[in-house]
Each structure stands twice: as structure tokens, then as C-alpha cells.
């Protein structure tokens, strides 16, 4: 029988149950009838539980469902989805240069079609700039874009073979082949029989991510969503809406390799739901990672302007999430602005997402107390154990709010640095390709050019690119560094 995952009513009431506990929500009485009834938990990794419910106890879920979505939060004045609320409780919210204003940095690259000759031209006779957008920065280059995209790759392609595995799986694993800490590709050359069987590689991606298996990137839905915000700014411009991401969705992106917070998206989509509420209903994952991990192309294509690339990605996440799972995205977006003008080092970029995210936030107090810890201990061991004892038994693997802190941490405690970053975004457990992602985006970013990163790691990919997105597949990571600074050169 097939078992759809992420959408089955009877697999999500535990994880809403669960969310309603975080954003300030009271479940007990409701999870007190799923458990008098026979309701399971909520699978603890996969997305789908191994047997089917009844139709009484589906029908149920459902109910419960509604319920718990009617139910008031005691934390919607600290944590608001819109972007007006957000930008209210922010202080220190950027703004842009001022028009005239000398260029605060350049990027050295070649001038590209479109690109503004002098700081105060926007090469529109004096059109606005979109809101928060410093009027004139050049793109960066393509060389920074491409390291960008590289470093997206290898942070993936790293965390692709362990992703689901617990904490002390990873290190096991990599402890049997000398790999630790990490410096290199996870190999099943080595590890003992006993080993595997305890702690299987991810399934899927064994065949294409192990070491020895390397043979160029393999598809991941974490490169897959770059590219469909790149179709997006090609069609829509900066001025897109979330039904423009919807509808380029629809037509470019297969519904299988979509999940958890996205799969409900596209499904209510088809039901006739519109954003923002394809975000809201029967979405118990609306705070978990898949909006962050869309945020790289609207922080690549606003260099300078974190306000602006944390407003373009809150018109994309509002498909799919709210609140911390939005935040998450901004976040990211206005830390990629940062680091894309290369003048900043990590240090100020996480300072500055930061000045986007609503300051008594689940996530601004994660992410703050993350880069506490990565100052404090020297051992990045003991910053992910100390995250762990926080968070692992109350956060889905998935949830945005972790995976955030420690993406933090690891850039924190590396300094930026482009190995030791992704590998210790890896190396903390929970969603590891992701993390290992966006990791590699922002420290590949700061190394500015393939040249900076190790070859080790770049040469396996062999700049080529598996996706079943539009026609991108087999397409290298040089084209698309140029596709997207054409795209950051447009007003």
C-alpha cells in the first residue's frame, strides 16, 4: 500500500500537537482525546507512520487538527507573520543607503549587463528601488556567486549520507574511518559490518554522496530550491508575490520532491487554498527549515541590502511557513546580503540577519545564545552537545529553530573559515545536508572565488549538477553563478 508521506492526517496531529506546546498554544485536553482514542505518536524521522489508521480514527485527526488551529497563542505579539509586524518589533531593522551616497565596497568583478555605472544611477531614470535596497552596490562576481553555489554543493553532498542518523551515529561512523573531527567525505570504506547495521546511511543518498560514490551533485530538494527562486526572478522580477512562487512551483517543481512544510503547501494549493493560508492549514510543519533553505537567491541577488533580501524571501516563505520559520529565512537572506559584498566578516553578518528577526523570538534567542556558546568553549563538541541537552527532546530534527542556532555556532566557532564551517554545521547532528548547505553558502561567499575552496572538496562535484527542475539539470555551478548575477544586476 502506498503511504504518502507528510500529508496522512493521523502522521501530522502529533507534530501539531507538538507545535502547539512552542508557539504558546494549549493541547493537553485535545492530545488527551487522540491518546484515549488510539492515536499513535507522531513518526519519530520518516514522514509517515508504517501502518495505516482506521477511517474513524483519520477522520478524527482531522477534527483535532481544525481544533488545535483554533486555539489562541500567548506568543502572537512577540512572533507575527507579516512582514509589517516583523519589521515593527525589529529596531535596528536596516535601511538602505541613501541615493548619492558613495558605494561602501565593490566587488572587482567585471561590469555585467545591467549593472549601475555610478552609485547614485538606479538606470531607470530615477525609479524607486525596491524597499530596503541600497540604490547602486555592484553585483558580486561571478566568482564569488560561484563559490557561493560550490559551497551550497559540498555542505549538502557532505550531510546528504547521514541525515536522519542521531548525533552519536554520525561521530561513530566517522570515528571508524579516522574522520573525525570531520575533514572530509563521509566513506563506508572501513566502518565494520555492525556499525552500518546500527546506524545505516540515508538510503537514498548513500549511492551518490558516500566518498567513493562522489560522481558530481546529486538532486537534493536544497539545491532544487535555489534554482526555482532563480525561475522566479527570471519570469516575476524583484517585484514577485508568493502566488508567483506558487504558480512557478505548479509548473517547475514535481510534487514528489517536495516535504514536510512544502508537500502540504503544494497539496493545498491543489485543494484551492491561496497563500497565505496554504502555509496555515492542516501545517504542522510550518516552522521547520524548508523556508530557510530557499533564502540563498534572494540574499545572493540583494548584496548590500539585507533589508531588501529579507523582505523578497518573506514573500517566497509566507508560501509555506510562518512565524520561526520565516524568521529562520530572513535570517539567512540578510546574512547572505552581508557576506555577498565580501567587506564584512561572518561575525558582523550574523549580527546583522540578526537585526531582522523580531528580538524575543524563539529564533533571535537560539541563534543568540548559539554564538554565546561558540564563544565560550573551545571544543565545537561541547557547543553541540550543550545545543542538544536544549533542544533534541522538545525540536523535530527538522525544526527551524535548532537548525538555525547551530548553523550559527558553526560559523561562529569557525571563524567563517569554508572547511571548518560546513563540517561542523555537519558534524551537529539533525539536518545535516541543509545545514551543511547553507553553511557552505555563506563561507563560500566570504572565501570569494572556487579558487579559495579546497579542491578536495569542489573536484568531485566536477561543476556539474543533477536536478529535475526546469532545465537545469546537468547545468555547471559557473553557468549558474552567472544566471544569478544577472539577476542581482537587474533594478
Given at each position: 500500500?502506498?503511504?504518502?508521506?507528510?500529508?496522512?492526517?493521523?502522521?501530522?496531529?502529533?507534530?501539531?500537537?507538538?507545535?502547539?506546546?512552542?508557539d504558546?498554544?494549549e493541547?493537553?485536553?485535545?492530545?488527551?482525546?487522540?491518546?484515549?482514542?488510539?492515536?499513535?505518536?507522531?513518526?519519530?524521522?520518516?514522514?509517515?507512520?508504517?501502518?495505516?489508521?482506521?477511517?474513524?480514527?483519520?477522520?478524527?485527526?482531522?477534527?483535532?487538527?481544525?481544533?488545535?488551529?483554533?486555539?489562541?497563542?500567548?506568543?502572537?505579539?512577540?512572533?507575527?507573520?507579516?512582514?509589517?509586524?516583523?519589521?515593527?518589533?525589529?529596531?535596528?531593522?536596516?535601511?538602505?543607503?541613501?541615493?548619492?551616497?558613495?558605494?561602501?565596497?565593490?566587488d572587482?568583478?567585471?561590469?555585467?549587463?545591467?549593472?549601475?555605472?555610478?552609485?547614485?544611477?538606479?538606470?531607470?531614470?530615477?525609479?524607486?528601488?525596491?524597499?530596503?535596497?541600497?540604490?547602486?552596490?555592484?553585483?558580486?562576481?561571478?566568482a564569488?556567486?560561484?563559490?557561493?553555489?560550490?559551497?551550497?554543493?559540498?555542505?549538502?553532498l557532505?550531510?546528504?549520507?547521514?541525515?536522519?542518523?542521531?548525533?552519536?551515529?554520525?561521530?561513530?561512523?566517522?570515528?571508524?574511518?579516522?574522520?573525525?573531527?570531520?575533514?572530509?567525505?563521509?566513506?563506508?570504506?572501513?566502518?565494520?559490518?555492525?556499525l552500518?547495521?546500527?546506524?545505516?546511511w540515508?538510503?537514498?543518498?548513500?549511492?551518490?554522496?558516500?566518498?567513493?560514490?562522489?560522481?558530481?551533485?546529486?538532486?537534493?530538494?536544497?539545491?532544487?530550491?535555489?534554482?526555482l527562486?532563480?525561475?522566479?526572478?527570471?519570469r516575476?522580477?524583484?517585484?514577485?508575490?508568493?502566488t508567483?512562487?506558487?504558480?512557478?512551483?505548479?509548473?517547475?517543481?514535481?510534487?514528489?520532491?517536495?516535504?514536510?512544510?512544502?508537500?502540504?503547501?503544494?497539496?493545498?494549493?491543489?485543494?484551492?487554498?491561496?497563500?497565505?493560508?496554504?502555509?496555515?492549514?492542516?501545517?504542522?510543519?510550518?516552522?521547520?527549515?524548508?523556508?530557510?533553505?530557499?533564502?540563498?537567491?534572494?540574499?545572493?541577488?540583494?548584496?548590500?541590502?539585507?533589508?531588501?533580501?529579507?523582505?523578497?524571501?518573506?514573500?517566497?516563505?509566507?508560501?509555506?511557513?510562518?512565524?520561526?520559520?520565516?524568521?529562520?529565512?530572513?535570517?539567512?537572506?540578510?546574512?547572505?546580503a552581508?557576506?555577498?559584498?565580501?567587506?564584512?566578516?561572518?561575525?558582523?553578518?550574523?549580527?546583522?540577519?540578526?537585526?531582522?528577526?523580531?528580538?524575543?523570538?524563539?529564533?533571535?534567542?537560539?541563534?543568540?545564545?548559539?554564538?554565546?556558546?561558540?564563544?565560550?568553549?573551545?571544543?565545537?563538541?561541547?557547543?553541540?552537545?550543550?545545543?542538544?541537552?536544549?533542544?533534541?527532546?522538545?525540536?523535530?530534527?527538522?525544526?527551524?529553530?535548532?537548525?538555525?542556532?547551530?548553523?550559527?555556532?558553526?560559523?561562529?566557532?569557525?571563524?567563517?573559515?569554508?572547511?571548518?564551517?560546513?563540517?561542523?554545521?555537519?558534524?551537529?547532528?539533525?539536518?545535516?545536508?541543509?545545514?551543511?548547505?547553507?553553511?557552505?553558502?555563506?563561507?563560500?561567499?566570504?572565501?570569494?572565488?572556487?579558487?579559495?575552496?579546497?579542491?578536495?572538496?569542489?573536484?568531485?562535484?566536477?561543476?556539474?549538477?543533477?536536478t529535475?527542475?526546469?532545465?537545469?539539470?546537468?547545468?555547471?555551478?559557473?553557468?549558474?553563478?552567472?544566471l544569478?548575477?544577472?539577476?542581482?544586476?537587474?533594478?
Open positions: 500500500m502506498l503511504r504518502l508521506t507528510w500529508v496522512q492526517p493521523e502522521d501530522l496531529i502529533g507534530h501539531e500537537l507538538r507545535q502547539a506546546v512552542q504558546g498554544r493541547p493537553s485536553a485535545i492530545a488527551a482525546r487522540w491518546r484515549a482514542a488510539g492515536g499513535p505518536e507522531a513518526p519519530l524521522t520518516a514522514g509517515a507512520s508504517p501502518r495505516p489508521a482506521s477511517r474513524c480514527l483519520r477522520l478524527l485527526a482531522t477534527d483535532l487538527l481544525d481544533e488545535l488551529a483554533d486555539l489562541p497563542s500567548s506568543l502572537g505579539d512577540d512572533e507575527p507573520t507579516g512582514l509589517h509586524g516583523i519589521r515593527g518589533l525589529c529596531p535596528d531593522w536596516p535601511t538602505p543607503r541613501p541615493a548619492g551616497s558613495p558605494a561602501a565596497w565593490d572587482g568583478g567585471p561590469p555585467c549587463p545591467g549593472d549601475p555605472e555610478r552609485p547614485e544611477e538606479d538606470g531607470r531614470g530615477g525609479t524607486p528601488q525596491a524597499p530596503g535596497r541600497a540604490p547602486g552596490p555592484r553585483a558580486p562576481s561571478p564569488r556567486l560561484e563559490a557561493a553555489w560550490l559551497g551550497r554543493a559540498v555542505g549538502c557532505l550531510g546528504k549520507p547521514v541525515e536522519k542518523l542521531p548525533l552519536h551515529g554520525i561521530r561513530h561512523l566517522a570515528r571508524a574511518t579516522g574522520n573525525w573531527p570531520l575533514t572530509g567525505y563521509f566513506t563506508a570504506r572501513g566502518v565494520p559490518g555492525e552500518l547495521t546500527r546506524y545505516p540515508n538510503r537514498r543518498s548513500a549511492a551518490t554522496s558516500l566518498a567513493e560514490n562522489i560522481d558530481g551533485m546529486p538532486e537534493d530538494d536544497d539545491l532544487n530550491y535555489p534554482l527562486g532563480l525561475i522566479v526572478l527570471q516575476h522580477g524583484r517585484s514577485f508575490t508568493t508567483d512562487v506558487a504558480r512557478v512551483w505548479l509548473d517547475e517543481l514535481p510534487a514528489g520532491r517536495t516535504f514536510t512544510a512544502e508537500r502540504i503547501a503544494y497539496r493545498n494549493l491543489l485543494g484551492g487554498l491561496e497563500p497565505p493560508l496554504t502555509a496555515r492549514h492542516h501545517n504542522p510543519f510550518r516552522e521547520w527549515i524548508g523556508a530557510l533553505i530557499r533564502a540563498d537567491v534572494h540574499g545572493w541577488t540583494n548584496p548590500g541590502a539585507p533589508a531588501a533580501a529579507a523582505e523578497q524571501v518573506h514573500r517566497d516563505a509566507t508560501l509555506t511557513h510562518t512565524a520561526n520559520g520565516v524568521y529562520a529565512a530572513m535570517f539567512t537572506a540578510a546574512v547572505i552581508t557576506a555577498a559584498t565580501g567587506a564584512h566578516d561572518v561575525h558582523a553578518c550574523l549580527r546583522t540577519g540578526l537585526t531582522v528577526v523580531p528580538p524575543r523570538s524563539r529564533l533571535a534567542r537560539a541563534v543568540e545564545r548559539a554564538v554565546r556558546l561558540a564563544h565560550e568553549h573551545a571544543d565545537f563538541t561541547t557547543v553541540v552537545d550543550r545545543l542538544h541537552d536544549t533542544y533534541a527532546a522538545t525540536h523535530h530534527w527538522v525544526h527551524a529553530v535548532p537548525n538555525t542556532a547551530l548553523i550559527a555556532a558553526a560559523l561562529t566557532h569557525a571563524d567563517g573559515d569554508f572547511a571548518g564551517s560546513v563540517c561542523r554545521a555537519v558534524s551537529g547532528g539533525w539536518d545535516t545536508d541543509s545545514n551543511g548547505a547553507t553553511a557552505g553558502s555563506i563561507a563560500g561567499l566570504l572565501a570569494g572565488s572556487p579558487a579559495a575552496l579546497p579542491e578536495r572538496w569542489t573536484a568531485p562535484l566536477k561543476n556539474r549538477l543533477a529535475s527542475v526546469g532545465d537545469f539539470h546537468g547545468t555547471g555551478f559557473d553557468t549558474l553563478a552567472r544569478t548575477r544577472l539577476e542581482a544586476s537587474r533594478p
